[in-house]
Structures are given as structure tokens and as C-alpha cells.
């Protein structure tokens, strides 16, 4: 089982193809620069790379509005091009994941085209469709303040079409069986060309009831496991990973109750009770996030992240709370989006703080779930946010101090590369980081290596310790006979803290893992530990013992 269940200790790295390395000075990236940069990539440790959708596509919507579902978008290479991709991944120990957005298509793809030319089509019940305007067309739109309407009347068709994002984005119809057996098959051709699986995007929407009757849609929960069925039985090891910003409640409905739907979700309870932490130096609602999502079959984890391509979605904090994470780190109304996030970089919401920077990084690490990291945050890019939307933080990569980052040999990059003040690729870039040790890079791949040295976080249950400072957490995991104790403070000032591991004698040693010192427990069993502002301690816990049990792993 453990060999079959790899992604509970991955660490996956987020890319765009066309913002990493562009290979033909076009100005856009590819394929064939994202070859060149495989062994950046495995040098840092990573066990899995999620692409971006990298399909044919107008691009209005950085490639989520898909025309063609099996072929390469001509700017980034061939069909060619990417199974030579997953070829080289796969010789570097590296599996590849790939968006599957199959809520909606772009309003260019064929479906659409021949769907509105005729209500005999055999695509017309492959959208959503209403002859009049839905009374609640002003409502569920996924872009307030952005999009006006989920409803948009089509003058072909003579009839209204449903689309919970932008206009140009018509919803399939998902309940329709011919479109679930389409949706099997774009699976089963990515897996073919070397796909180890799958990001969903938008899983809530692709799962609910739509059309003008829909008032409370309810979620067909079956629908996600015959994609988990039909993955398995392609390939034993794939897995899908859901893009479902749902309440605690509902987590088991998208696991399964016996773990037969989605191996993997992102937590977003916990990533935005964690931004909650670091605005505030106060973990409570972190605690209680992590505990109200704890349950989950054995098979499931949790994808954990600080930044993703999204804005930071905060709209699951209560109105107080998301305010205090405003002020902290989005004040200017340019700053936020959609009324509800933040469409910053991580490194700049942190103001450049770089043990804050750090400390937020080894937590995302160390809390229950796979880490995901996204491309850039490794040597703390920043963002631009003269660019509109979400594009702020999908700038590209920054390489090195050569024109345009060394991302493009051309003038005219996709989109511009920061070159001004402290986060400008002169300042910011792989080149000088590389020949730094201390730099962020090279700390970022050590703690790649330590969270890979550390299965425990990946498949042991967590315990969170009490500590008579809330802005402290201290976190223990046990998994066959083997503990790990980690602490973080989120104060900006030092602190002592008083550990308890609660484990009888085993807990009385405690060494770090970074330098090796020990910690002996006083008479009562505690732990005195100090940690300066914004500091962390990865322990072992029974000292010495630990590496004779090592070996039972």
C-alpha cells in the first residue's frame, strides 16, 4: 500500500509552461524550455511537477478556457514535445499532474460552435441552456465585482447559456452521461502520454446540478467516483486532486466515507486560518482548522499550500478576521480581488521579512498534508500589480541578471518580468541564489530534504500540544513507533516555551534535526524551549533510539 500511495510523501512544485523558460525566444514558454530546466527542478528534491493547463486554448483566461482537450497549445511545443517532458520527468524520479478543467470549455471549442448552430446538435445538451433569463442569473458568479451574470444570452442559439465563471466559459453539462464518458476519456489520454494524474479544477461546480431550475444545487457525489474507478483501473497509482474550497463537513462527501473518491483535496480551512495565524501571532482558529479537517480515510491527504496562481481566497474568516489579514498583508484596495482575497506573492505580503518567510514555509512543510510549492516562491519572487487580476503573481521565472531574467532571449516576454526595486530579477534570481548557501534556494531545497526524511508528517496522526502562549504551535506526529515534534512562533519577539511531548520517557530527549543539539526533559518530563521572533525547531523525539527504529520503515 505504501509504494501505491507515493503522493502522501511528495512535495509538488506548481508551474505554468508558458511563464517558466521559453526555449525559441517567442516570448513564451514551453516545452522544450521546461526540459532545460528538469534538473533545476529534481536538484531541489521535488517528487512531482503540476502543470497548468497547457492545452489549446484562446487564452482569455490564462488557458482555463480550453478549445481542444488533446493537443498541446501550438505556443508551448508538440504532442511531441510533451511526452518528451513526462519521458525526462519520469527518468529524474519525477511524476507530472495536469490540470483537468472540465467544468466549462471555451465558448470557441467545437462542442460549443455546432451546440449553438442547431438545437439538434448532438452537442446542445452537452451545455446548459434556458430559454429565458434565469431569475437568479446575478447570482454565483465565482468573480464578483468582475463578472455580472452566470447567465448570458447567445444570439445563434437563440437561448440563454449557463456559465458560473466568465462569459466566455459556457458550463458543460456534467450530469449528461456522454459528457461524464468524454471526461473519462481526456483522462485516459493524458494518463496514455505519461500523466501520473490529475488537479481538478472547480470540483464543487463540476459535481453540482445546473440549469435554470437550480436553485440549491445538489452535489452528485457519485460522479467522483467513477473517476477515481476509471483512473484505477487505467493506472493503479494515479490520483486526482480536487480543487474544492468546501466546509469541514462535507470533506468525507469528496474523500468517500471508505476513501473511493478523491485521493487528494487542498486545504483551504487551513490556509486561510494559517494567514489568519501569521496576521494576528494567533493559532487558535489554525488549531481548531487543523482538527475540524483531521478526519479523512487512510488513503486521503491533504494538499497543503501557502500561495497558489489564485488570489489568496479568505472567504471562509469571519469578517473581523479577514480584516486583520487585510490590514496586514493586502491594505491597498489594489492589493485585494474579488472582495473576498489578496493577489499578492507570498515573499512582498511578508514584506521581505525573510525568518517570517521561512518560518511560514518549514510550517506549511510540517503541517498534516503534502506540500505544494509554487514556482518562483522558492527564491521569494515578488509580484506586479500594475498587471490585472491574477496575473500579478505569474509573473516569470527569474533565472538570472541577463535581459528579461534570462527567461526569454526575445524582447517581448508573455508577460513583463519584474525589473524594478527589491524583487527585481536583478536583485532576485536563481544564478545568484545558486552560489549563495544561505540563500533561499538552497534553505528551501534543505527543507525539501527534511520534510522528505520526515514520513511521519505524511502518514502519522498529529497531535497539537498546549502552550501557554497563543502564538506558539507545537506539533507531534506519530506514526510506527516513531515521533516528531515541531514548533513555530509566530510572535515577532523571542519567546520560552514550555513543552509537554506527552509521551512518557521516549519524550524526554528531543534532538533537532537541523544541528543535532539535545534537549533533556526537567524532573516533570518538560521541555524548556526557546525560539527567537518568527522562529522553528524540527525535533526527534527518544534521541538516540530513533535510529535504531529508522530501520523498521
Known amino acids: ?104 470549455t471555451s465558448d470557441q471549442h467545437p462542442w460549443f460552435q455546432d451546440a449553438r448552430q442547431d438545437p439538434n446538435s448532438r452537442y446542445r445538451d452537452w451545455y446548459v441552456w434556458s430559454k429565458k433569463k434565469p431569475a437568479n442569473a446575478d447570482q454565483g458568479m465565482v468573480f464578483p465585482g468582475v463578472q455580472k451574470t452566470t447567465w448570458t444570452y447567445d444570439d445563434k442559439a437563440k437561448e440563454y447559456y449557463f456559465h458560473r465563471f466568465y462569459d466566455f466559459q459556457p458550463d458543460l453539462n456534467t450530469a449528461n452521461p456522454h459528457v461524464q464518458a468524454e471526461i473519462l476519456k481526456i483522462m485516459g489520454f493524458w494518463i496514455q502520454l505519461g500523466v501520473s494524474g490529475f488537479r481538478m479544477d472547480a470540483v464543487p461546480f463540476v459535481i453540482a446540478e445546473k440549469g435554470p431550475d437550480a436553485q440549491k444545487p445538489a452535489e452528485q457525489f457519485n460522479m467522483l467516483r467513477t473517476f477515481r474507478e476509471f483512473l484505477q483501473w487505467r493506472q493503479g497509482d494515479s490520483i486526482i486532486l480536487a480543487e474544492a474550497n468546501v466546509l469541514p463537513k462535507t470533506d468525507l462527501d469528496y474523500f468517500g466515507e471508505d476513501g473511493d473518491r478523491m485521493q487528494m483535496m487542498f486545504n483551504f480551512q487551513v490556509n486561510q486560518t494559517l494567514f489568519y495565524a501569521l496576521a494576528s501571532a494567533d493559532v487558535r482558529p489554525l488549531i ?44 491597498e484596495k489594489t492589493m485585494q480581488l474579488y472582495d473576498r482575497g489578496i493577489r499578492r506573492r507570498f515573499a512582498p505580503m511578508m514584506n521581505g521579512n525573510a525568518d517570517k518567510i521561512r518560518m511560514a514555509y518549514s510550517l506549511m512543510f510540517s503541517l498534516p498534508g503534502t506540500p505544494v510549492l509554487r514556482y518562483g516562491d522558492e527564491i521569494g519572487m515578488g509580484d506586479d500589480l500594475s498587471l490585472p487580476e491574477r496575473n500579478s503573481a505569474r509573473t516569470p521565472m527569474q533565472w538570472s541578471r541577463e535581459p528579461h531574467a ?39 531545497e534543505r527543507l525539501v530534504r527534511m520534510r522528505k526524511e520526515a514520513p511521519e508528517i505524511g502518514w502519522g496522526a498529529f497531535t497539537c500540544l498546549e502552550t501557554a502562549n497563543i502564538g506558539v504551535l507545537v506539533l ?78
Open 1 to 104: 500500500m505504501i509504494n501505491d500511495l507515493w503522493y502522501k510523501n511528495a512535495v509538488i512544485y506548481s508551474l505554468s509552461v508558458e511563464t517558466f523558460m521559453d526555449s525559441n525566444g517567442d516570448g513564451v514558454g514551453d516545452f522544450q524550455g521546461l526540459m532545460r530546466r528538469l534538473d533545476y527542478i529534481a536538484g531541489m528534491g521535488i517528487t512531482a511537477i503540476w502543470l497548468m493547463p497547457f492545452q489549446t486554448s484562446p487564452r482569455k483566461d490564462d488557458g482555463y478556457d480550453i478549445s481542444d482537450y488533446y493537443n498541446v497549445d501550438p505556443r508551448y511545443g508538440t504532442l511531441g514535445d510533451f511526452v518528451e517532458f513526462t519521458h525526462g520527468a519520469e527518468q529524474r524520479g519525477i511524476r507530472v499532474l495536469i490540470d483537468l478543467v472540465v467544468n466549462h
Open 288 to 331: 481548531e482548522a487543523m482538527n475540524a479537517t483531521r478526519t479523512r480515510p487512510v488513503t486521503a491527504q491533504w494538499g497543503l499550500f501557502l500561495r497558489n496562481h489564485d488570489e489568496l481566497d479568505l472567504g471562509r474568516l469571519s469578517a473581523k478576521q479577514r480584516q486583520i489579514v487585510f490590514d496586514a498583508f493586502g491594505a
Open 476 to 553: 507531534r506526529y506519530d506514526w510506527r513507533n516513531n515521533s516528531l515534534l515541531i514548533v513555530h512562533n509566530f510572535n515577532s519577539r523571542p519567546v520560552e516555551v514550555d513543552i509537554d511531548p506527552d509521551i512518557g520517557d521516549l519524550g524526554r530527549i528531543l534532538v533537532d534535526i537541523v544541528d543535532g543539539t539535545k534537549s533533556e526533559a526537567d524532573d516533570a518530563g518538560h521541555h524548556c524551549v526557546y525560539l527567537e521572533a518568527f522562529a522553528f525547531k524540527w525535533f526527534r523525539v527518544g534521541g538516540l533510539d530513533y535510529l535504531l527504529r529508522r530501520t523498521e520503515l
Open 406 to 444: 534570462g527567461f526569454t532571449s526575445g524582447d517581448k516576454p508573455i508577460l513583463p518580468v519584474i525589473s524594478q526595486g527589491p524583487y527585481g530579477y536583478e536583485h532576485i534570481n536563481v544564478a545568484d541564489q545558486r552560489c549563495d548557501p544561505e540563500s533561499m534556494l538552497n534553505w528551501m
